[in-house]
T-cell receptor
Framework: EPEVTQTPSHQVTQMGQEVILRCVPI?????FYWYRQILGQKVEFLVS????????KSEIFDDRFSVERPDGSNFTLKIRSTKLEDSAMYFC????????????FGDGTRLSIL | KQEVTQIPAALSVPEGENLVLNCSFT??????LQWFRQDPGKGLTSLLL?????REQTSGRLNASLDKSSGRSTLYIAASQPGDSATYLC??????????FGGGTRLMVKP
């Protein structure tokens, strides 16, 4: 069964550095998402992306965050000037459409900011 | 702003029991509600999606129901097995594409 893949599985970065999290969505999907889950807390929406632009973003997704689909297969989340509070599990998801289509999630990247 | 709550936070049952997990949401203007399973250190596996116009969805031993007017959904697991042990999350989708998640129910099925 097709799946969403994320790399790396664990990323350790010094505070203030930039980090890029990578995702390969399911191949025929058109909608892409990033969520995060801080340890012990709920999964939180960050951003949705369609047709090469952001369609929706949350308050968490401030100007340190950006997303990009650099080619036909990858979808990336970049965080600049990382802070300790950015430490979390970051999940990428994709869906074939909206409305009746489920979102499918990857296994996540655990980001640790030191 | 949508708020999603799951009760209980944790549940331990003997193998073979039928069980019900609860999910409630404050804004009934949802497009759909999705149930997920999360194993430790893993991502979210989609189990069932119920459209706002539907009352229930079934997949194998799983049955999810939706009552929009009361802001509730339940996930029924029949004849539970140790392999069902995981955290179960519900997520509501309102206008737009974002999912709003509950805190999850951590299920342990004892052999």
């Amino acid at each position: 069964e097709p799946e969403v893949t994320q790399t790396p599985s664990h990323q350790v970065t010094q505070m203030g550095q930039e980090v890029i999290l990578r995702c390969v969505p399911i191949s025929n999907h058109l909608y892409f998402y990033w969520y995060r889950q801080i340890l012990g807390q709920k999964v939180e929406f960050l951003v949705s992306f369609y047709n090469n632009e952001i369609s929706e973003k949350s308050e968490i997704f401030d100007d340190r965050f950006s997303v990009e689909r650099p080619d036909g297969s990858n979808f990336t989340l970049k965080i600049r000037s990382t802070k300790l509070e950015d430490s979390a599990m970051y999940f990428c998801a994709s869906s074939a459409g909206t409305g009746s289509q489920p979102q499918h999630f990857g296994d996540g990247t655990r980001l640790s900011i030191l | 702003k949508q708020e999603v709550t799951q009760i209980p936070a944790a549940l331990s049952v003997p193998e073979g029991e039928n069980l019900v997990l609860n999910c409630s949401f404050t804004d009934s203007a949802i497009y759909n509600l999705q149930w997920f399973r999360q194993d430790p250190g893993k991502g979210l596996t989609s189990l069932l999606l119920i459209q706002s116009s539907q009352r229930e969805q079934t997949s194998g031993r799983l049955n999810a129901s939706l009552d929009k007017s009361s802001g509730r959904s339940t996930l029924y697991i029949a004849a539970s097995q140790p392999g069902d042990s995981a955290t179960y999350l519900c997520a509501a989708r309102n206008a737009g594409n974002m999912l709003t998640f509950g805190g999850g129910t951590r299920l342990m099925v004892k052999p």
